[in-house]
């Protein structure tokens, strides 16, 4: 089914109201006839958060001050089967190749971008593994944008939009975001676009208040991005100052759910500066994004001022877009279940001390009997 704006939704909502029930409708402009907000709007337009509906597409709340919370599935649900269907890809059982999105830096930490395939070797619990697929391209993207709207962050709002924006104009043009703001609960503020003006409009919505459920929130979003993401490369970067104090899930919880989707890579970017966030404090957020990140192949970045917010997002942005993609079939049959360990190393004449990082393993999905195989992480 084809989205439609929320704009669109309620054009249609007015129209029927005015010639069906009487009512007057009120002469509120509609984004989809005038364009990005201009720069003497005051006020962002009375439009609301919609849900992350599991088999509908989000609508908006009638109450411009009511938002409806993204449904957060349990971290034990089943991560279900995913298919590709008229351009969506969504997770498949049964899997025995494994695609991974790697990034390799050398020794003074820069990035290298010129290796071939016979310098990487990929095992599996420790056991060698074929390469099947290689390439090094840019390749279009399902990102989501997932920012703390608690109420810590209401002075450094207006740093990250800027950043956030910046982020989605260095991507691909092809690649497709979606934005989540989080507090004691997440909600989205704009759903899949490449539209610069779509998203500066959904940043507008989020309004800084309450706690921080981290864990929740990515929870609901891999969940929603597994779901509804066309891109099988699939990237969330999360922005928050502060530690976790509202999640019904774990960190454990967290990263197994997103491994059991065969999930996105995170990336982070820490905001714990300031004399309200506690030494302490800083440490464990620290630690809890850099698992996030480590686990899944994404990274963390801890930005010592907001001015260096806009920086790491170009440095996110320029990360995705130069990735290798490797891909090998397995050795081990998935009908023996159980966490697998990815580790992959890079080799070549001419350079010093390559690291490659990507994400540390996967959980094997196991189809019904009777059902096909089919690579995991399309």
Known sequence: MR?????????????????????AVPQTPSAATTGPPQQQQTQPPQQTNAPLAKDSDPVPSPDPDVKTPLPVPPANAPA?????????????????????????????????????????????????????GFRHEDVPVSLGILIDSSGSMYDKRAAVNAASLDLVRLSNPQDEAFLVDFSSEAYIDQDFTNSIAKLQQGLAYVKSTGGTALYDAVIASADYLAKNGKRSKQVLLIVTDGDDNASSATLEQTIRRVQDLDGPAIYCIGLLFGEDVSHSEARHSREVLEELSEQTGGEAYFPHSLKDVDGITRAVAQDIRSQYTIEYRSTKSPTLGGYRQIHVEAKEKGFRGLQVRTRTGYFPKVAPAGTSSGPTGE
Not at 80 to 109: F, K, M, P, Q, W
Not at 124 to 130: A, F, S
């Open 80 to 132: 279900g089967e995913i298919t590709r269907d008229n351009g969506r890809y969504t997770l498949r059982a049964n899997a025995y190749e494994v695609r991974l999105n790697a990034s390799v830096i050398d020794a003074s930490g820069q990035p290298v971008n010129t290796l071939p395939e016979s310098a990487f070797r990929v095992y599996e619990d420790g056991v060698p593994q074929t390469i099947i």
């Open 3 to 23: 989205r439609r704006s929320r704009a669109w939704w309620w054009g249609e909502l007015a129209l029927v109201c005015a010639f069906g029930c009487g009512a």
